[in-house]
């Protein structure tokens, strides 16, 4: 299993990211709950609201839904702590996600290598290079 954050589900939506090459037709995929949030908000921003509302419907339909529950949260206040602590803060939502891959102990798959690639000992991909 392989977490989707939510640029690599918009590039899915909008047709840009052929998953044929990416993943096998065994492979379960998910996103977070926080992921689920950042989409419903694009989606409700866009000017064709219902219409992406309901391909976003479809998507989810497909994929297993991962909350940020209390171990994630423990996670993620401890993760906050230390990268203040270096000087390296990171986006709350952001914390939020990594904190469940890592409780789940999942790899990311993100285009923000940036970020997330401070945080140790998390996995990352990038299937829109």
Do not use: Y
């Amino acid at each position: 299993m392989k977490i989707l954050d939510s640029d690599h589900c918009v590039a899915i939506l909008r047709g840009k990211l052929d998953l044929r090459n990416k993943v096998s037709a065994d492979d379960e995929l998910a996103i977070t709950t926080i992921s689920i949030g950042e989409l419903m908000h694009g989606a409700h921003r866009s000017q064709r609201p219902a219409d992406n509302l309901a391909r976003l419907d479809v998507l989810l339909a497909s994929l297993t839904v991962l909350p940020f529950d209390e171990s994630s949260a423990r996670r993620f206040g401890l993760l906050k702590a230390s990268l203040e602590s270096k000087g390296l803060p990171l986006h709350d939502l952001d914390l939020q996600i990594v904190s469940i891959a890592l409780e789940n102990d999942l790899p990311l798959v993100t285009h923000n290598q940036k970020h997330f690639a401070r945080i140790e000992k998390l996995n990352l991909e990038d299937w829109l290079e």
